[in-house]
């Protein structure tokens, strides 16, 4: 069981309650992203920096996946990967995506990306509330309660 987190876009108030919540549980957590990443001294959190360019940090997380590994990420098609490899997927609003709504998801992101394209304003997400920061933290404290029991 591991944690693997999108790091490059991930709010970094998503990224403390990780960081608590790994010392706390002694669960391996790794932030992924093109540039230096700062993390607490700890002997189960750590950091990989990768070369710049397209979905290189999501490559990076797909390749060191294994299933049952939890990955935080914003990036639909990064969560579709992740899926189809036994991970679980889950955003840093606290959204899991899984086998049942992943396909529609992707449908979704790709209607808005061909609207943005042709011109249409769709406007983009709304501000990292605090809603979305307890919504986060619940999620995670299940996953990691729910697989802390089944590793026992």
């Known amino acids: 069981m591991h944690i693997w987190v999108d ?8 990224k ?25 001294p700890s002997k ?9 360019g397209f979905d290189v940090a999501d490559n990076e997380i797909v390749q060191r996946l294994t299933a049952g590994d939890l990955v935080i990420t914003g990036d639909i098609p990064l969560a579709a ?7 679980t997927a889950l955003s840093p609003r606290g959204e899991y ?3 049942a709504n992943i396909r529609a998801r992707l449908n979704m992101r790709d209607f808005m990306e061909t609207l943005r394209n042709s011109g249409v304003e769709t406007g983009g997400p709304a501000a990292f509330s605090q809603a979305d920061r307890q919504q ?3 999620q995670l404290d299940r996953w990691l309660a729910k697989n802390a029991a089944a590793k026992r």
């Open 7 to 14: 790091a490059d876009a991930c709010p970094v108030v998503v």
């Open 44 to 52: 189960v959190i750590n950091s990989i920096q990768v070369s710049q």
């Open 97 to 99: 995506h899984t086998e």
């Open 136 to 138: 986060f933290a619940n």
């Open 16 to 40: 403390e309650i990780l960081f608590r919540a790994a010392e706390r549980t002694q669960v391996p957590l790794t932030l992924v992203a093109n540039q230096a990443m700062r993390t607490p």
């Open 81 to 87: 990967e992740v899926v189809a490899k036994g991970g």
